[in-house]
């Protein structure tokens, strides 16, 4: 038996350790100070632009620049809760055995030797005496529970004890908070969403990976619009969001920077827009032959040349292209030659930049809108977060605010022979000692006046 008792109890030691308590919330300080100067969810292609090689070489092995999904930051959090539970119930049979003992008898050298007690001496009978401690208080304190009657009479009142239990709603919270953050990590995502007006997608880049994740509903934009201070910087912008569930409309509503919308747990965010070319007409001239042809091309979708087996395709577009207006990347395709393409200037047709593949291109009219760039996050651990976080604040405002009150009473009569009562007094508390000694003060001198003292 204590073969298979050590080993526990040296684990049970070491987890309900406070040292290793201390150790991990250094560690996590430490790891959140990390965090906050160092920024968050960035590519490592996008780190290793910033930091020497040393330096990137920490950040990628440690995973520091997604700290709070690393391993070993987890790895913490989860020996923080389990020193949390270890700790909870290494403490919590003693705290209730506290709570639950049964007084059996007091003795007047035991309450004397309480640092708060007050003796009285009364010519009031051990029945009166009584009467008036248990009217009194119970009134004034807590009601009074009888362990001896007369001829010797003991009681004892206490309120507060539940405070005893305040830490463990503490432990409970902070498990709590982690439970939610782990649920979050491993179900819930956070990505990214570009949608031009007019469209639907149920496509979201996922943040930290090139993973894309589908969504069981469709994302529509139906209209987006900006509004501009005098600065030229933008004062407001919004979508006006559908969400598409099987082809049908299950919800309709603008999404404000801050006024996100939701969705079977799944929030967007209005993060960013930007410019995007729904339809260019172009003029095509064959620099060889002379022919002149015109083409209509919705943005990103090929079409061919009239007249020719070459296809052109328009692949990017800019608003602002060197300070030169808005701009769109377009590509020739010839059989049998390798793909060709140039920036051609809109607002400048006839630039003479404006070729691509043998072909002077010129535009004829230009038909753009924006695209709302939205941020989605789905976090099903949030609500696990939230109650954890109000538990703990209850808990630590009870802990400090409240505590476990006890009096102790013993009436006997006189070992004199002067027929007099003899009334003693003792009481102590968890914490607060110096409140609860005015209280006890207080107490003990309006009592003396209940009891008549001599």
Excluded at 242 to 257: D, F, H, N, T, W
Aim: proline share 4%; hydrophobic share 45%.
């Amino acid at each position: 038996m204590k073969d298979k008792a050590g080993p526990w109890a040296s684990v049970n030691a070491a987890f309900s350790s406070i040292k290793l308590t201390l150790f991990i919330f250094f560690f996590l300080a430490l790891a959140s100070i990390i965090g906050t100067l160092l920024p968050q969810g960035l590519a490592l292609e996008e780190m290793r632009k910033h930091f020497s090689p040393g330096v990137f070489w920490w950040i990628e092995t440690l995973s520091l620049h997604d700290l709070y999904h690393a391993a070993w930051f987890q790895f913490l959090l989860l020996v923080l809760a389990l020193n949390l539970v270890v700790c909870s119930l290494d403490r919590f049979p003693r705290t209730m055995k506290l709570l639950s003992h049964r007084e059996e008898g007091l003795s007047a050298d035991k309450l004397t030797k309480f640092t708060h007690h007050r003796a009285y001496a009364t010519s009031l009978s051990m029945e009166e005496v009584v009467s008036r401690l248990d009217e009194f208080i119970s009134a004034q304190f807590a009601k009074l529970q009888p362990l001896e009657s007369p001829p010797k009479f003991s009681a004892i009142a206490e309120k507060g004890g539940w405070s005893r239990l305040m830490v463990y709603v503490v432990h409970l919270s902070v498990l709590l908070i982690l439970a939610g953050a782990l649920i979050g990590s491993l179900y819930g995502f956070r990505g990214f969403m570009q949608i031009a007006e007019g469209q639907a997608s149920n496509e979201v880049q996922l943040a930290q990976s090139r993973r894309v994740l589908v969504l069981p509903f469709e994302v529509r934009c139906d209209n987006f619009e900006v509004s501009f201070y005098d600065t030229g910087m933008p004062r407001e912008f919004r979508s006006d969001l559908s969400i598409l569930k099987e082809g049908l409309e299950a919800l309709r509503q603008p999404v404000y920077v801050n006024d996100p919308l939701t969705y079977e747990g799944v929030t967007f965010y209005q993060a960013t827009y930007g410019g995007v070319l729904k339809e260019i007409e172009l003029e095509l001239t064959d620099k060889e032959s002379g022919r002149i042809q015109r083409i209509t091309l919705p943005f990103r979708e090929t079409s061919t040349i009239p007249g020719t087996e070459d296809r052109i395709q328009v692949v990017e577009y800019q608003k602002e292209f060197s300070n030169f207006g808005p701009a769109a990347g377009i590509v020739v395709l010839k059989k049998g030659q390798e793909p060709t393409g140039s920036w051609i200037l809109i607002d400048r047709p006839d630039f003479h930049g404006n070729r691509i593949g043998g072909y002077q291109v010129k535009v004829l009219k230009a038909e753009s809108g924006y695209y709302t760039g939205l941020q989605v996050k789905r976090d099903p651990g949030v609500w696990v977060v939230y109650i954890g976080f109000v538990a703990l604040l209850v808990g630590i405002g009870l802990c400090f605010y409240t505590s476990h009150r006890k009096l102790w009473v013993l009436a006997e009569p006189d070992s004199g022979g002067h027929g007099e009562t003899r009334v003693i007094v003792a009481g102590r508390t968890s914490k607060n000692g110096v409140a609860f000694e005015r209280e006890f003060q207080d107490l003990c001198d309006r009592l003396g006046g209940v009891l008549i003292v001599k």
